[in-house]
């Protein structure tokens, strides 16, 4: 590992040389000590599809700087596995210390992943996973409980229909799917059918994907609007798409929230969506908590020191309504 840092330090110094700048200062043979000790961790992050998706990015280069003594790369996929796939080739012929990665739907991963675990570079998934008939071809993920998630949003919604009495209506239901093949997206659709399935009254009318973004949400709820008139509850995979699709039922004159026509169950709870549950437009954000950034530095510590680490790590969250903001 040590003979990979002293290459990129090479590399580094030569860049330095290359450009110019202090041509004459610097001793390739005898790079900085704190330079040549940096640990080297190539991340291929989904994109920048969501407010979560810059916290969770902030979240991981707060935390992996030089001063805690990694040296980081990073690229955005921009949503693109062929992008990511790319970008894992680059980290093995950069011949970094660790590949992180936010695999954007999860298949297709078997050949690039052995190709690393040819290279002898451990891949750590943050975030999404990868499915892959061989998990030695990773050591780590490290994420959330998406079904759980998926369950939580049920679960609120069973205890919506008993405060309000409505056990024996149809309860007519979209769901706003994120990006298909996502794991957020396969987790939190299977969470939320372990509860709905068991509800005969429970009338789920359509389930599209809207890429998790703001500008698809408005246009894929604009549509659902259009196509169904008595919508009683929006099931939003993530915050952004729930911004476009709370703009799509203002547009259609139709109340969103508490006491609204439509009740409005949100994921992620970044804060620009916790202001609305306040405001009583969102009726219920179940939390994905996207500060991964410590859990990785601590595994990546770990992995240095020669330990074996867990193969999944779980990061916490909760489910936030209104009762968290009157203090009940
Ligand atoms: O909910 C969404 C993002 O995979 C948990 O991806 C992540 C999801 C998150 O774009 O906002």
Not at 78 to 104: A, C
Not at 187 to 197: L, N, P, V, Y
């Amino acid at each position: 590992m040590k003979k990979l840092r002293r290459s990129l330090t090479a590399v580094l110094f030569l860049c330095l040389l290359l450009s110019g700048c202090g041509m004459f200062d610097v001793d390739v043979e005898e790079p900085a000590k704190e330079e040549e000790d940096l640990i080297v961790v190539g991340f291929s992050q989904v994109g920048s599809e969501s407010v979560w998706r810059t916290k969770n990015t902030a979240s991981i280069q707060e935390e992996l700087t030089q001063e805690n003594g990694f040296f980081l790369i990073f690229a955005n996929a921009r949503q693109k596995q062929e992008n990511q796939i790319k970008h894992i080739r680059e980290f093995i012929s950069q011949r970094v210390d660790y590949i992180l990665f936010s695999p954007v739907t999860e298949e297709g991963w078997d050949t690039v992943l052995q190709e690393a675990k040819e290279a002898g570079i451990p891949v750590i998934l943050v975030d999404r996973k990868v499915d892959v008939a061989d998990s030695s071809l990773y050591t780590a993920w490290i994420g959330s409980d998406m079904t759980e998630e998926g369950r939580q949003a049920g679960l609120w919604l069973e205890n919506y229909e008993k405060e309000n009495q409505l056990e024996s209506q149809q309860i007519e239901i979209v769901v706003l799917q994120g990006t298909e093949g996502a794991t957020s997206t396969i987790e939190r659709t299977k969470g939320f059918h372990q509860i709905a399935d068991a509800h005969e009254n429970w009338v789920i009318l359509e389930e599209p994907y809207a890429d998790y973004t703001t500008a698809k949400g408005e246009e894929v709820m604009d549509r659902l609007l259009d196509t169904y008139p008595s919508i009683d509850v929006l099931i939003s995979q993530n915050d952004d798409m729930t911004f476009g699709a709370l703009q799509a039922m203002d547009d259609h004159g139709i109340k969103a929230g508490v006491d609204g026509d439509v009740a409005v169950v949100s994921f992620d709870a970044v804060d620009e969506a916790l202001k609305l549950v306040k405001q009583g437009r969102i009726n219920v954000d179940v939390e994905c908590n996207p500060l991964q950034g410590p859990y990785i530095w601590m595994t990546l510590e770990a992995l240095e020191r020669g330990e074996t680490v867990s193969k999944n790590i779980v990061v916490k969250e909760r489910v936030y309504d209104q009762s968290f903001f009157s203090g009940r």
